[in-house]
C-alpha cells in the first residue's frame, strides 16, 4: 500500500538552485495538492490540481509552479531556490472529502 | 473564507490524564471539519471527520469530537491519553473554491507525560 510517495525525502539547495519535488499516488484520485509546512504556520496551499489537465494557485504560490504530468503525479517546481522556501512540503491526494498525505520533503535552501 | 483557529499551540499533559484540543471555525455556510495527527517525521493522518448528521465523531483510538453550531466549534477530546498520543494535531476545514484543499489551523502540540 504505497499511498503518496514523495521524493526526496531531504534536500539541501544553495540559494538561486532549481528542484523539482516529485509526487505520485497509486489511488487513482482525481485531486492533488501541495502544502508547506513551517513552524507555527500549520500547513498552507500551495497549488492544487483538482482533475488532470488543470492546476490552480493556492495560498502561498509565489515561487513555485507545477505540473500534473498525468492522473498520478504531480510535480512542485522551484526555479531559483530562496531561503524563505526552507520549508517542510507536503503532496496529497483526495477523493472527495479525505485527503491521503505523503510523508513529506524536508528541504533547506542556505 | 473558511477557516480555523487552535486555540493551543502547546498542551502538556500526565499519561492517563483526560485532554481537550481546541478548535473554533468561522463559515457562514456548510462546514466540513477534520482533526488530522502528525507523529514525530511522519505526514499528516485523518483522525476523524464531521460531515453531517451526528454532531459527536470518534476515532478508533479513543479520541471523539463534538461539532457545535452555536459556539462555532469542533474541540478534539480524549479521556485518558497514552505517552503515543504525543503529536501535532491540526485542526482544518474544506477550503471555499479550491477544490478538496484545506484550510488548517496553526496546531496544537501534545505532550504526554508519565
Known amino acids: 500500500n504505497a499511498g503518496v510517495t514523495q521524493t526526496p525525502k531531504f534536500q539541501v539547495l544553495k540559494t538561486g538552485q532549481s528542484m523539482t519535488l516529485q509526487c505520485a499516488q497509486d489511488m487513482n484520485h482525481n485531486s492533488m495538492y501541495w502544502y508547506r509546512q513551517d513552524p507555527g504556520m500549520g500547513l498552507r496551499l500551495i497549488y492544487y490540481s483538482a482533475s488532470e489537465g488543470t492546476t490552480d494557485k493556492g495560498e502561498v504560490p509565489n515561487g513555485y509552479n507545477v505540473s500534473r504530468l498525468n492522473k498520478r503525479e504531480f510535480s512542485l517546481r522551484l526555479e531559483s531556490a530562496a531561503p524563505s522556501q526552507t520549508s517542510v512540503y507536503f503532496c496529497?491526494?483526495?477523493?472527495?472529502?479525505?485527503?491521503?498525505f505523503g510523508q513529506g520533503t524536508r528541504l533547506t535552501v542556505v | 473564507a473558511q477557516s480555523v483557529t487552535q486555540l493551543d499551540s502547546q498542551v502538556p499533559v500526565f499519561e492517563e490524564a483526560p485532554v481537550e484540543l481546541r478548535c473554533n471555525y468561522s463559515?457562514?455556510?456548510?462546514?466540513?471539519l477534520f482533526w488530522y495527527v502528525q507523529y514525530p517525521n511522519q505526514g499528516l493522518q485523518l483522525l476523524l471527520k464531521?460531515?453531517?448528521?451526528?454532531?459527536l465523531v470518534k476515532s478508533i483510538n479513543g479520541f471523539e469530537a463534538e461539532f457545535n453550531k452555536s459556539q462555532t466549534s469542533f474541540h478534539l477530546r480524549k479521556p485518558s491519553v497514552h505517552i503515543s498520543d504525543t503529536a501535532e494535531y491540526f485542526c482544518?476545514?474544506?477550503?471555499?473554491?479550491?477544490?478538496?484543499?484545506?484550510?488548517f489551523g496553526k496546531g496544537t502540540s501534545l505532550l504526554v507525560t508519565p
Open positions: 482544518a476545514v474544506i477550503r471555499s473554491n479550491s477544490g478538496y484543499a484545506l484550510n
Open positions: 464531521y460531515l453531517s448528521g451526528s454532531t
Open positions: 463559515s457562514s455556510v456548510s462546514v466540513y
Open positions: 496529497a491526494s483526495s477523493v472527495e472529502i479525505e485527503a491521503f
